[in-house]
């Protein structure tokens, strides 16, 4: 469907092209109708002064001639364009821009040149890279005409020409390149199609100015793959960044060990800190290794803070005893 709309497009405008080929300016037209008006007025004021039939039919001939003249042969190119000239079928120049005289019947006009910069979209389909990946690519041509005389007399239809050489050398740059290069290379593919396109337009007078790829489409299933690839990638660098940190942390441990391992103060002290902090974040009930009980005489601690306790427990129950009775 895509290409039967730039082909109906590109068609069209090429029927344009054709159409405008053959124009009257504006300005030749008005001074023909006011000659003809002229012709008109002026018979009737003659007819009227008695002058004679064959004179009045003379003038009004003559006149008619020069407003035919004038409309046949006033041209007017626009700033942008330039006319080619053909006498007797055969090229002897080029007009405008502006107001310019041709010589009707003997001369034509078969081509108005634009000068502007042009845009015009082309497309490979299915095409297959190097690696045998069909891939759908879209993309946009600039170019301009230089030479209006070789645009117009070394090739037929220099738009449409330049539409399907455009084509054929992205064709042929996709089949030189791999799938990854593609995708991540568009500077370079733009360079190269540019290049080749630019010597085939060349010989007609065309300048390619630059090339830009708008869109890269690859299959359904194979962009599925390449999305879990890159997953599993970016999974398998989140491993690598674990197993460093870890790393890390057990080499931060070691000098950590380091410092305690020749005071025992600052040990014991640690060991403190660590179990006072799980007593108060996680309650009452904490685990603690026999070693760090050994280590940390946390027996006797514990003993003589439950005999503590204890009695203070009891001399609260004295007291209330004491003041019931």
């Known amino acids: 469907m895509r290409k039967r709309l730039w082909t109906s497009e590109r068609d069209k405008k090429t029927r344009e092209s054709q159409v405008v080929q053959v124009r009257v300016p504006g300005v030749a037209f008005a001074v023909w109708l006011i000659l003809m008006t002229v012709s008109a007025v002026l018979a009737v004021w003659l007819q009227t002064s008695g002058v004679k039939s064959t004179w009045i039919g003379l003038l009004i001939v003559g006149i008619n001639l020069v407003g035919l003249y004038v409309l046949f042969a006033l041209k007017i190119a626009d700033q942008w364009e330039k006319a080619i000239i053909l006498r007797f079928g055969r090229f002897i120049g080029l007009r405008g821009p502006g107001l310019f005289w041709i010589v009707p019947v003997v001369d034509r006009i078969p081509a108005w040149i634009d000068h502007r910069v042009m845009v015009t979209p082309f497309s490979a389909e299915k095409t297959l890279t190097k690696d045998t990946v069909p891939v759908d690519v879209d ?19 220099y738009q449409v020409a330049i539409s399907w050489a455009a084509q054929t050398a992205l064709r042929e740059v996709i089949g030189q390149m ?4 593609i995708l991540v290379g568009r500077a370079r593919m733009d360079r ?8 085939r337009t060349t010989p007609w007078g065309i300048t390619v100015q630059s090339v830009e790829i708008r869109d890269i489409v690859i299959p359904q299933e194979l ?3 390449m999305s879990r690839q ?5 999974e398998r660098q989140a491993r690598v960044i674990l197993g460093e940190s870890e790393k890390q942390i057990a080499h931060s441990f070691a000098d950590a060990s380091l410092a305690y391992i ?11 800190n660590m179990l006072f902090e799980g007593l108060k974040e996680r309650g009452a009930l904490v685990i603690v290794p026999s070693s760090a009980v050994d280590t940390m005489n946390l027996g006797g601690l514990m003993g003589t803070t439950s005999l503590a306790s204890m009695a203070a427990r009891g001399s609260e129950e004295g007291g209330r005893s004491q003041e019931g009775s």
């Open 230 to 234: 890159a997953q599993a990638e970016r």
């Open 262 to 272: 020749d005071n025992p103060t600052a040990l014991h002290l640690r060991a403190m």
């Open 178 to 181: 791999d799938l990854a290069d």
């Open 223 to 225: 962009e599925d793959a």
């Open 192 to 199: 190269d199609l540019q290049k080749t396109i630019d010597e």
């Open 139 to 157: 993309a946009v041509l600039f170019w301009l005409v230089w030479d209006a005389e070789k645009a117009a007399l070394e090739v037929e239809d």
